[in-house]
């Protein structure tokens, strides 16, 4: 049976002593070629920048936050009450996770979407 296919091996290409491979697939593209990491080319990039400048921007960075903060006390914010809101937060969205797991489950039983029960319960799609 002839699939057409050759069985003759290919030959490989003969390259000079010292010369660098390629891959099988493409005469263009070096093995062997130097890789250049995206993180040492970061740190040659933030090698350069002079560390007096960078003091000095997070030196005005830190006063800028702490006006900022200032601010937010005047308001009569207190840092206490950030993680009572993130408490919060994280109890409304494990409710919120229930509720949508519950509405796929009976979108499910009764062979519809999700998207029907909600004005089904008068419910509003942005919640």
Do not use: W
């Not at 057409?4 to 010369?19: D, F, M, N, Y």
């Not at 200032?70 to 509720?99: C, F, V």
């Not at 796929?104 to 799609?125: C, K, N, P, Q, W």
């Amino acid at each position: 049976m002839d699939t057409g296919l050759s069985t003759t091996p290919r030959r490989s290409s003969h390259t000079k002593i010292g010369a660098q491979k390629s891959t099988p697939s493409s005469s263009f593209k070096k093995v062997h070629s130097s890789f250049k990491s995206p993180l040492q080319t970061r740190a040659n990039q933030d090698s350069k920048v002079n560390p007096e400048e960078e003091v000095q921007e997070l030196r005005r960075r830190r006063q800028e936050l702490d006006s900022e903060i200032s601010l937010l006390e005047a308001e009569g914010y207190r840092e206490e009450e950030l993680s009572q809101h993130i408490d919060l937060l994280h109890e409304y969205n494990d409710i919120k996770d229930i509720g949508q797991t519950l509405l796929g489950h009976i979108a499910a039983l009764r062979g519809t979407t999700t998207r029907d029960l909600y004005s089904h319960f008068d419910l509003e799609l942005d919640d």
